[in-house]
């Protein structure tokens, strides 16, 4: 809206460029302009404000197909005033050189009739249309259905109102319709979904199937690495256990070596000694055989008496103690006639030479 000021019985107004003003003075245009400003009286003039910038206006209007389905059709229309004195001599432009309101609603009354020609236009490709049809081809059809009614409509080329745009914002059936209509193609979204599911299923299950057959070929491997490990451990083992009967025997082999050399050492020199001792023993019994005759030799032709009487002489040399000694007068009697038998009789030595005593000496 213009702007408009008192100065005690003087009023300005000043109008923004997109505002087209046209000022009457006793029934006579006296100024027409956008983004006027100037000065006048109240009382002898006659102001009126045309927009001539695009306005877009909402139009919603309700049909039915011709399958008798009912629609709902949302569209934005653009319009502008391109001759305003034209439009204001069709509509009461007219504004209160007080306030500056507009004293009747001539967008009101524009908006009205550009509404009902779009509607009139859009029913009727709407009425000879299927549904299905109007919801896939509506939204061009039904554009330049109106466009193409609001151009060649007269009445808005006399008011001087001309159409900018036309879009279709909406086409959309009733609730329930709307739900009906979704069912398939909800169903078959389902449908592909559920396909969808069961493939990454169908392949999560195949990629399951390989991974456990992967996990069973690699236990099927370490089983048979385990295997020839053991193999190797077993093969080590008994390796081993020859080895040390191996180094066994060979240490008994140098034991039992060393033993028979030490028992073979040991023997020789047994045997030398032996042989030694034997030879020395031989020497000896040699030795103390020959005394032996030589002393048998010495004692042959001896009496008896003298005999026992060396032999008594031998035994109490070799005796420490006597207990007790018993001697009879028989044995007393024989005893002295035998010494007083061998004193005549000159003895010999163990060498078989004669003695030199005689039968008085005492000893004999």
Not at 315 to 325: A, D, W, Y
Request: negative net charge.
């Amino acid at each position: 809206m213009a702007e408009l000021r008192s100065l005690g019985f003087l009023r300005h107004l000043r109008a923004e460029p997109s505002i087209h003003v046209l000022q009457y003075r006793n029934g006579r245009l006296v100024r027409s302009g956008p983004g006027l400003a100037f000065w006048f009286l109240p009382l002898a003039t006659g102001l009126a404000e045309i927009p001539i910038d695009d306005r877009e206006l909402q139009v919603l209007f309700h049909g039915r197909t011709v399958d008798f389905q009912d629609v709902t059709v949302q569209a934005v229309v653009t319009y502008r005033v391109t001759d305003p004195g034209r439009a204001a001599q069709r509509v009461d432009f007219s504004i209160d050189p007080k306030a500056g309101r507009y004293l009747k609603e001539p967008l009101e009354r524009i908006a009205l009739q550009v509404t009902l020609l779009a509607q009139q236009f859009a029913q009727v490709y709407v009425a000879r249309t299927p549904l299905r049809q109007a919801l896939i081809e509506g939204y061009e059809a039904i554009r330049d259905q109106i466009g193409r009614g609001l151009e060649s409509e007269t009445g808005l080329a006399e008011m001087g109102i001309e159409i900018v745009s036309v879009r279709i914002s909406e086409i959309k059936p009733t609730p329930e319709l709307e739900k009906a209509l979704e069912a398939p193609t909800r169903e078959q979204i389902q449908q592909q979904s559920d396909e969808a599911s069961f493939a990454r299923r169908a392949l999560a299950v195949e990629k399951e199937r390989a991974i456990q057959e992967n996990e069973l070929n690699n236990q099927i491997e370490l089983a048979r690495r385990e295997e020839a490990l053991i193999d190797q451990r077993g093969t080590n083992t008994r390796r081993e256990a020859e080895e040390a009967t191996a180094a066994e025997r060979i240490t008994a082999e140098a034991a039992a070596s060393r033993a028979r050399i030490t028992a073979e050492g040991e023997a020789e020199r047994v045997r030398l000694t032996g042989a030694a001792e034997a030879e020395r023993v031989e020497k000896l019994g040699i030795a103390r055989g020959r005394a032996e005759r030589d002393r048998m030799a010495a004692y042959q032709g001896v009496p008896p008496a003298v005999l026992f009487g060396l032999a008594a002489g031998r035994l109490g040399r070799n005796l420490k103690e006597i207990h007790r000694l018993n001697i009879s007068g028989d044995g007393l009697r024989s005893l002295f006639a035998d010494l007083l038998d061998a004193g005549t009789h000159r003895l010999e030595d163990a060498s078989g030479r004669p003695s030199e005593r005689g039968a008085g000496d005492p000893e004999t």
